[in-house]
């Protein structure tokens, strides 16, 4: 025998690529990654533009963020089931729609925010209903809501002569949304960033806190095994939906607060936007993974992209269907880091095996 000692082989640390790529594909939370990106987009909106690092654009971006990080919400939970609502935005549109209706009733502010909500309740309901019981596919299921509300809201407003202008002038109901703090003197925080704040502690807790939101992550992880285990898959799923619809309705009637006009293509588009944010933000489109902490990150990310984007577009007359462009290219980034996580969750649970 050889009297050489045996050399044990080394492990070297892993490097940072590593551990980044680590981070993207096996964290339990984007949260950390996304941060990193939103720093970086700061840095190099503020380097490319003159007028980006200033307090009254960073409260134009904040004050912008509150339709789709309210939506993003409710698409969540439609998401961590292991479903799709791509209804949102016309149910939006639909919602801002009546509110000018109801203000011409007329009625007081607090219960046109009641009926508005209603809407999307019922709305929601519906698709709930559709895919719970008869058992049609999600995405079909909203796309045909995504046209009947849209068609709805087009139909009043040809219909309705008060609707050809849209305006609302109610000011107690337009400082729902145009309200800042501590004063209308010294205006620092917009009124929506408490809205959307108070949204997400109280989403946040429901979802890590509650039976209901345990029940909905054990539903998207495994539906059949959750069925097995008592949980009322149904109930979970129609009320994933009813939250999205009532969201979606929540969201209108701020923008209409926000812009005092509601029109019958308001949100057009926006739930490419939503799902953007929410797949951005870590919540898996196959189910049972992901929180609200990544997806309001990824809210902020595509606010300051939109800001940044309309000032590089003045500072070197970039055309304004780059900033659709670079939208699909999140969306594409987003749903590909989505199934790079999946596949890699698969590969290292057949390697343990």
């Known amino acids: 025998m050889s009297d050489k000692p045996i050399l044990l082989e080394e492990h070297k640390a892993p490097s940072f690529w590593k551990r980044l790529g680590d981070t993207f594909l096996y964290g339990k939370s984007m949260a950390p990654a996304l941060g990193l990106l939103l720093m970086i987009l700061v840095v190099f909106f503020s380097l490319s533009t003159p007028y980006f690092f200033a307090l009254t654009n960073f409260k134009a971006i904040i004050s912008n963020i509150p339709v789709i990080a309210i939506m993003a919400v409710g698409m969540t939970f439609v998401l961590l089931i292991g479903g799709l609502d791509i209804s949102v935005g016309s149910i939006l549109g639909f919602t801002a729609v009546n509110v000018v209706l109801f203000h011409n009733v007329p009625m007081p502010a607090w219960l046109v925010v009641i009926c508005s909500l209603v809407i999307g309740l019922a709305l929601g309901s519906l698709n709930g209903v559709i895919i719970t019981r008869v058992g049609i596919n999600p995405v079909i299921t909203t796309l045909g809501m995504m046209a009947f509300a849209r068609g709805l809201a087009s139909w009043f407003s040809l219909d309705f002569e008060v609707l050809k202008v849209g305006r609302v002038f109610d000011q107690k109901f337009l400082l729902l949304a145009r309200r800042f703090l501590p004063s209308e003197q010294v205006q620092i925080i917009p009124i929506t960033l408490i809205y959307i704040i108070v949204l997400y502690i109280l989403a946040s807790l429901a979802l890590r806190y509650t ?56 949100g057009l588009g926006s739930e490419l936007e939503v799902i953007t944010a929410v797949v951005l933000g870590g919540v898996s489109m196959a189910g049972g993974k992901g929180n609200l902490i990544g997806v309001i990150i990824a809210v902020l990310i595509l606010g300051v992209i939109r800001n940044g984007m309309v000032h590089i577009q003045e500072a070197f007359g970039l055309s304004y269907y780059w900033r659709e462009v670079v939208k699909g290219l999140i969306l594409i980034l987003a749903i590909s880091i989505d199934a790079a996580r999946i596949m890699a969750t698969k590969r290292r649970q057949r390697v343990r095996q």
């Open 211 to 266: 039976r209901y939101g345990r029940n909905v992550y054990a539903v998207g992880a495994n539906e059949y095994a959750a069925r097995l285990a008592g949980i009322n898959t149904r109930r979970i799923k129609f009320s994933a939906y009813v939250l999205s619809g009532v969201m979606a309705s929540l969201a209108g009637v701020i923008l209409v607060a926000q812009l005092s006009l509601g029109r019958d293509d308001a």
